[in-house]
């Protein structure tokens, strides 16, 4: 099978409200090791030896006897709620987290995400630059100062808030820096 679609994602499982792995190109060979059961997603694996999920719109089989001997995947991955690859960054007096996510439902509709810095102070806030809210994708928070005094963040902290308030998945990353 070959990639067919300008931009394909690369997947944890066959779904979108899975992690994204890696951005294949057009034109990249993949072999079909095994489809969803209903033939939307197909489980390949890339020349690089990773595998991962592509939706069938972005392939084309070389060759379509083949392609119909493909086998049912014998387990499919369920989807999880997850913070992953963190990016931070400092700039002057502003300290800025970058981090993809996947929200899966778990919570419904109306999860949200919340960041602070710790040890907790009220001399720094955060601004969410992109949304609070939970799906998939990257989600941006910038912290900066609000009040006077001395303050030394150790860590940041992301969690995927219920619509009642209670936070049901958090990660700690470090964050060191003087304020």
Not at 141 to 149: D, I, L, Q, T
């Amino acid at each position: 099978m070959e990639i067919v679609a300008q931009r394909a994602f690369l997947r944890a499982g066959p779904g979108i409200n899975y992690r994204i792995l890696e951005y294949p190109i057009q034109g990249t060979a993949v072999t079909a090791i095994a489809h969803n059961g209903n033939r939307t997603w197909f489980n390949v694996l890339l020349d690089t030896g990773t595998t991962g999920w592509l939706h069938h719109e972005v392939l084309e089989a070389d060759d379509s006897t083949a392609a119909n001997n493909i086998p049912v995947a014998a387990t499919i991955p369920v989807p999880v709620d997850e913070f992953y690859d963190p990016f931070l960054s400092v700039s002057g007096d502003s300290l800025s987290l970058q981090v993809y996510h996947t929200y899966v439902g778990t919570q419904g509709d109306t999860a949200y995400f919340e960041a602070r810095l710790l040890p907790e102070t009220n001399l720094v806030a955060p601004t969410y630059l992109n949304s609070q809210e939970l799906g998939l994708g990257l989600l941006i928070v910038e912290f900066n100062r609000v009040a006077a005094g001395e303050y030394f963040s150790e860590e940041i902290e992301v969690c995927m808030v219920s619509q009642v308030g209670t936070p049901f998945f958090c990660e700690t990353y470090p964050a060191r820096k003087s304020w």
